[in-house]
């Protein structure tokens, strides 16, 4: 029997839900500009075998009160790994396989060096501990990319959505181009200008060699905000045991949206469903 678990405080705020009833635990986090809902077409599966536990970002458009987002609080990635702890604490939650999309990735990296207690697995999809390329490293984007970026948001946010979503998101797959757009849009324009320049200028490398629990790494093989060296740099780097899995056919940043049955192929794998 699924259930569908609605919850108070902090996690009514984040508007956290538990779905499923399996023996195992698991954390969806969505990344920027996303709510919840980026999960919906894989849920229906892994609450099968897992209690899954979803929830947005205070960033998220999708948070009735945005005034809880306090870009000085939230001015680094580290900060959303002391909610991701507070809101697994508060509900008694873990440990977990916790599955970050794009930017959650690192923030699950950051919590389980905080808190390894509380995970068992992490699974990175399409995540990146630096976007900016450097002498040694190819994140994706040299600095004048994003600088186009951040004068775009600040300009007209709702034309960069519009842009944005064309090319993260899978154009062959209209109904989830439509739904992030529509997120994207939800969010506050000085909310996501301020959370855009933490996220694309942020550089975690350094955390990755402090990373004990079990890592997979899952990244779709066309996807324009990481490429796939990313992916092969965090296996290479992160301390502990680490995997990964490219999906070949996947195009765009959200495979859970648009490549749903090959990412779940993966998982299953993995997870050993």
């Not at 948001?153 to 944005?164: C, D, G, L, P, T």
């Not at 996501?192 to 990244?219: N, T, Y």
């Not at 092969?232 to 780097?237: D, N």
Request: proline share 4%.
């Amino acid at each position: 029997m699924v259930v569908n678990q609605k919850i108070s405080s902090l996690s009514a705020a984040m508007n956290a839900k538990i779905i499923g009833s399996g023996e195992r635990s698991m954390v969806l986090a969505h990344g920027f500009g996303g709510d919840q809902s980026v999960w919906d077409k894989i849920i229906p599966v892994l609450s099968q075998s897992f209690k899954v536990l979803v929830f947005d970002w205070l960033f998220s458009g999708a948070i009735k009160d945005q005034t809880l987002y306090d870009p000085s609080k939230y001015n680094s990635l580290d900060p959303f790994s002391d909610d991701l702890i507070a809101l697994m604490e508060e509900l008694k939650f873990g440990p977990v396989v916790f599955v970050g999309h794009s930017m959650s990735g690192m923030i699950g990296c950051a919590a389980s060096i905080k808190r390894p207690d509380l995970f068992t697995n992490l699974i990175p999809i399409a995540a990146s501990p630096r976007y900016i390329n450097s002498e040694d490293y190819r994140g994706g984007f040299e600095s004048k990319d994003i600088d186009t970026i951040i004068t775009s948001i600040s300009s007209n946010y709702e034309a960069w959505a519009v842009a944005f979503t064309s090319v993260v998101v899978d154009s062959r797959d209209s109904l989830s181009v439509q739904r992030f757009e529509k997120c994207l849009k939800k969010m506050k324009p000085e909310t996501a200008l301020a959370l855009a320049k933490i996220v694309f200028g942020s550089d975690e490398r350094k955390l990755l060699d402090q990373v004990s629990v079990p890592c997979h790494v899952i990244q779709p093989r066309n996807d324009v905000v990481v490429p796939v060296s990313v992916a092969y740099f965090l296996q290479e780097k992160i301390k502990g045991e680490s995997t990964v899995d490219i999906i070949e056919d996947a195009m765009g940043h959200f495979p859970q949206m648009t490549s749903h049955i090959e990412l779940l192929g993966v998982m299953k794998r993995l997870l050993q469903l």
